[in-house]
């Protein structure tokens, strides 16, 4: 949805120019880029378009962060420094201002990427090397690196209102386990989601086999190529840990937990045969077998005696109704209640 709003007239304004309008939406997600959209209006009504480059005479302020020189606000990722303010923003062109209001949006689809880290590839495999009668065949390919395990996620929740509009705001704060930085996220918890993925790093793909030798190619034979080295296993999920504070309990739905196993790597490309006489006999390696997905992570008991992970995301089910439905689903999860601990962070206190 988008709004459009006028319009003040500068007393200094150049002639032809009277009015300013800008298209600006309602509102903005998170890390959500729009572009700003003005239109020049002069004495007579008629109207032009005014582009936002840098050398266009134009001037920006807008109470949620920095507007580029080409018109384009950047929802902020950090709700905490919009929390209860409308997101006024101005817009000056020769003189005349417009403004309009751009706050952050909670009803939208947030992502928390707390994926393990992709396996280094294997190296290649030696070469044959070999006489002018018989290359040697070459060397297998070394295996990729197994991917890295996704790191241990804790979430901390508590439900609010929205200072300006009243509505209630799940707000959240994360942390994966190993790093001192915390991130913040606020979404309405009907209509917002926000999705933990946790997801285990790819295996590194095999090397590729060694070529066979090279043998005259009057009079020798050529060497095997070799086979590729072996996909490395995936990492595993991680385990996603939520506290929710009892102002949260049963709110919990739209928190997507997608931890699943990471991939297994694939198998090396083959070595190439080595060259020799016409009636060459050497054969090319093998491809390398590829690695093996790894096990998924999973939503621990933290704390209390109530704590239910289940549901099915696409039906938003209650936890009792949902849990043989999450029982075969073995890709997504949400959870739909956990047990309470105290108020916790700035939400406590706004």
Known sequence: MWMLLALTTGADARPGLDELRVDAPAGICPGEVVRLEITGIDDRGRERKIRATPRADLAYDWSLGEVSD???LTGPTDPRAAWGDAGE??????????????PLRFDCTITLDATGREGYPGEQGPE?????????????????DPGHDAPEVHLRTFLTADPRTGEPVLQIEAQRLGDDALQYFAIHPASGELVVHAVGGRGGMGGRGGDGGDADEKIGIGGDGAEGGRGGKGGAGGLVRVFADPTSEGQLANIIVENWGGEGGPGGQPGNAGSGKAE??????????????????????????RWACCGAPSSRQPCGAAESSARRRRRTRSIASASP??????AASS
């Open 70 to 72: 080409r018109g384009e």
């Open 89 to 102: 923003l101005t817009v000056t062109a020769e003189g005349v201002s417009a403004t309009v209001a751009v």
């Open 280 to 305: 060459n006999t050497a054969r090319p390696g093998r491809p390398g077998v590829p690695g093996r997905r790894a096990r998924r992570g999973r939503i621990r008991r933290s704390c209390g005696r």
């Open 128 to 144: 044959g090397g070999g006489s002018s009668t018989k290359g040697n065949r070459g060397q297998p390919g070394h295996p990729g």
């Open 341 to 346: 601990t105290s108020a916790y962070w700035w």
